[in-house]
């Protein structure tokens, strides 16, 4: 920690469905991501996504945020975390104001980014993020980015991300219980696809698919800006599940052969046999062949990307994506999974790895770190929509912050 500024250090913290997962990290100008400490630690109270109870999960998270300041003997004030489930919804707006300066100003924007998420929710259903698409200046031509355009009256053209009021509230309180604040809650979908797309394929068009273990998230970029988005309750759980269904075997046995054997009907043979791991309860070790764990597997991801492709075609989006699919999150894991998915979507498609991290000497991250890394990447971002979220949402626990506040008098903040 000496040799960095304590203001460009992060904190975040990833709350998937298979792994809670917390980074600190420096985040440099140039965009780079120098990781300082990762700790994942296997989720407890998390189902599709959503917390089913809060007590494990809040203190999976304390103790991540406890084991960054013992170590780093800093005190952490505030961490960005993520969001995901089937409640998550996109939506589209438009947002108008007028101008009395002569140029549209950072202030302007705020102003239209918060007309632009007005919109009529469903009960139980807030605005998470308000996503620029387009801006039109006096009924012109549509322009990129409007700061610093002249003009009298500014129109928006926005994409919505909404979630369940109560999903929200439920993070916050996930997170303030361990005496911190919350610099932004992002859509899973969006810090994977900030960790693992490049620019180009966002203006070409691409579809970001990350696969977890109780969600798999779609995002589709077209011209730099996303178009569509959804979040399907399927994931590698249901890989696991179908496993220990089938075989009548445990879910610690269908996960362990998944991960140490699996892959695709075209990758495997019935000739290759293998041994399944030693139950307790059973004298003699059984064998299965590779070809008939490929077939569990293969039908499941099958049902998954169908159900993928299906909703890209439906919001139209499917012609958009010309530089094809990105696929991340654990599930993407299985060999074979990009010519499945090649197949499947009938586009090109490559693994995204979380990009532009120095992380133990250049050690790749694996694609199942792609949301934690994008949180890093937009950690510092000031947005007007977060700000009034959290002006909504509760500020933690009272006791706790009052201690953190004491204990954190002589320490080094971040
Ligand atoms: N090598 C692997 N082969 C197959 N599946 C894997 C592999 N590694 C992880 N997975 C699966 O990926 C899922 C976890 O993905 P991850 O992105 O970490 O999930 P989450 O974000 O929901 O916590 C689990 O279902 C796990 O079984
Ligand atoms: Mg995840």
Redesign the pocket.
Known sequence: MTETSMESMGVCI?I??????GMMANVRDNGTIEIKKMISKP?RG?KR?VITNIVPISNIVNDIIDEFEREFEVEVRSVSTSI?GAHIRGRSNNGVVTISGERFTDKDHDRILLEAGKIKLDVGESVLHVLPQKYVIDGGQPVENAIGLSGVKFSLIAHLVTAATNEITNITNCITESGVEIDNIIY?GISSAISVLSEDEMQRGVTLI??????TDIVVYKGGVIIYHASIPL???D??SDIAKVKRFSTQVA?SI??DY?TFVGFSSYDDIFTLPVITNQSESRTMSKRELSSIIEARYREILDFVRGKIEEADAYQMHDAGVVL????????GCVELVQEIMEKPCRIGMPMNTNFEDGKQL???Y??VVGLLASHKHDNIWQKELQKTMPSGNFFSNIYKKITGMCRNYF
């Open positions: 990833d998937g469905t298979h792994k809670v997962v989720s998390i996504g995901t899973e990350d696969i977890g273990a109780g969600v994931g590698g759980d890989v696991t996960e998944k991960i699996g991340t999150g654990g599930g993407s894991l299985v060999p694996s694609p199942e792609a949301a």
